[in-house]
C-alpha cells in the first residue's frame, strides 16, 4: 500500500561535508524537508505496491518495492520491468543535495545457464528544467546462481556526487529501477525488488551542502 503523505514535513539537522567545510568543524543548521509530489511512472509499477520513506534527520531516502519481480523458464529470452519514480521535493533555499550511498535488497533464484540483473539511476533536476540533467547509475548487479536474499551497499565519493543545482527550491529527483531475468540455453531466473525478510528494498543516504 502506499503509505507517503504528498504533505509530509520533515524537520531536522543537517552537518555539512563539501568543500572548504571541514567534516570536524562542521556545523548544524536546522531546516525542513517537504516532498510535494511523488509520481510512479511505467505500467510495470503501480502506487498499490511502492512506498517511500525519508529518515528524521533527512539523510536517508528509503524507496520499498512490493510484488515487483520477473521470472523466466523460456531458452534464449530475457523478461524485464522498469519502474521510475519522480519526487518533487522543496529543498530549503541555498542548499543543495546529493545522493552518497545506495544500499540495496532482494529475493533471486537463479539456476542453470542463466542469470538475473538488478540496476537503478537516478536524475536530478530543477522542476521544469530538464537541460543540465544527467542520468547517473547507482548501481548495476548481475547474480549468476544461487537461492536467496540479496543485499549490497555501493558508496558515491563527495568527489563524484551530482548535486542538486541551486537555481530552485523545487527540485526533482527521479529514480529509474529495473529488474530482468535472461535464461541462456537451459535454467531459470526470477528476481524480486523486495526481501522476504521485509527489510527496505532501496535505501539511498544523501548529503547537504550550503550554496556559495
Known amino acids: 500500500m502506499w503509505s507517503i503523505s504528498f504533505s509530509l514535513v520533515i524537520a531536522f539537522s543537517c552537518i555539512l561535508s563539501f568543500g572548504q567545510f571541514d567534516f570536524a568543524k562542521a556545523s548544524e ?11 510512479i511512472k511505467g505500467k510495470d509499477c503501480t502506487n498499490e505496491y511502492n512506498s517511500t520513506l525519508i529518515s528524521e534527520d533527512g539523510q536517508v531516502f528509503s524507496v520499498l518495492f512490493t510484488g515487483f519481480k520477473v521470472a523466466n523458464r523460456d531458452a534464449g529470452t530475457r523478461v524485464m520491468k522498469k519502474c521510475r519514480l519522480r519526487y518533487e521535493i522543496l529543498a530549503p533555499a541555498q542548499w543543495s543535495f546529493g545522493i552518497v550511498s545506495a544500499e540495496f535488497r532482494g529475493f533471486s533464484i537463479v539456476r542453470g545457464d542463466a542469470y538475473a540483473r538488478h540496476r537503478a539511476t537516478y536524475e536530478i533536476f530543477d ?64 528476481i524480486s525488488v523486495n526481501s522476504i525478510d521485509g527489510f527496505i528494498a532501496n535505501s539511498f543516504g544523501l548529503v547537504w551542502k550550503p550554496c556559495l
Open 127 to 190: 522542476k521544469g528544467s530538464r537541460e543540465d540533467s544527467e542520468r547517473e547509475e547507482l548501481f548495476n548487479v548481475r547474480i549468476d546462481e544461487g537461492v536467496g536474499n540479496y543485499a549490497r551497499f555501493h558508496d558515491i565519493p563527495l568527489d563524484e556526487v551530482t548535486w542538486s543545482s541551486c537555481n530552485s527550491v523545487s527540485k526533482i529527483l527521479m529514480i529509474q529501477s529495473s529488474i530482468s531475468a535472461r535464461v541462456q540455453d537451459f535454467g531459470e531466473a526470477s
Open 29 to 39: 543548521r536546522s531546516f525542513e524537508l517537504k516532498v510535494q509530489d511523488v509520481k
